[in-house]
């Protein structure tokens, strides 16, 4: 409930607000993206147990429709917003003018009812953009939404810029899928354990692919006995407090790696 409350303050006034230590705490956040697509994967990724939020694609034939069964489910739906290199009717681009941007914003958060936040969808040259990234974030502060970073480029200035306005957000961490077999998902699954234990916390990604929800249906339910809190991304936020990880910048503040 505490953390609850510390996001919901973020979420109104958009001040970063430092959570308290939790000596000897381990969190865990778990996202899946490029949901939208195939109705057995994204029933499969709902029924996954525990607070997993869940990014839906607004260009895929069932974004909608998902949006809405996830809503009722009660888990936490974030819009995953394509951006260069990633093509389409909603992706961005750079030197695409703001209205444009907006424009597809709109469009996107239209076709994913609910969404509490965002996160980019590829965008590995659209992160890098600082003058559209500074109007993102301050169009998602106004609309009282939030910003998930995944990171798909050391350039990203992103986070960078929901920090510098106070914008609640987080980054990611762990891709859990980049290679996909059991083996190397599985081994990303204890790297993001590990990092949770020493930096206090971790944000993980991963993709409705077989071998990942295999992955993930046998090991999330022994999270809780290898000494992990697993927790709701808004609770990831509050623990955060706005602040950079170590491996995305200095002293709280995010830098380029």
């Not at 895929?60 to 389409?88: E, N, W, Y």
């Not at 204890?190 to 929800?213: E, F, M, W």
Request: proline share 7%; glycine share 8%.
């Amino acid at each position: 409930m505490r953390y609850l409350l510390l996001t919901l303050l973020y979420l109104m006034s958009g001040v970063a607000l430092a959570a308290p230590a939790q000596a000897g705490k381990a969190y865990l956040t778990l996202i899946i993206d490029d949901l939208g697509q195939s109705p057995g994967r994204d029933a499969r990724t709902l029924a996954l147990p525990g607070p997993v939020t869940l990014a839906i694609m607004p260009d895929t034939p069932h974004a909608s429709d998902f949006a809405r069964q996830a809503h009722r489910a009660g888990k936490t739906v974030i819009l995953h917003m394509p951006m260069d290199p990633a093509t389409g009717p909603y992706a961005w681009h750079p030197g695409a003018p703001l209205p444009e941007l907006a424009q597809r914003l709109d469009a996107a958060l239209a076709k994913v009812p609910y969404a509490a936040g965002i996160n980019n969808h590829m965008g590995s040259r659209m992160t890098a953009e600082p003058v559209a990234m500074a109007w993102l974030m301050g169009e998602l502060q106004r609309r009282g939404l939030f910003f998930v970073d995944s990171r798909t480029s050391a350039a990203t200035v992103a986070a960078a810029k929901a920090q510098a306005i106070g914008l609640a957000h987080v980054s990611r961490d762990v891709f859990l899928d980049d290679v996909r077999t059991s083996e190397a998902i599985a081994g990303q699954l204890q790297q993001g354990i590990a990092l949770a234990r020493k930096q206090g916390s971790a944000v993980l990604i991963g993709h409705p692919y077989p071998q990942t929800l295999d992955v993930l249906e046998r090991e999330l339910p022994k999270l809780k006995a290898q000494g992990i809190e697993w927790i709701e991304i808004r609770q990831m936020i509050a623990q955060r407090g706005n602040r950079a990880m170590q491996n995305h910048g200095k002293a709280g503040l995010y830098s380029p790696r």
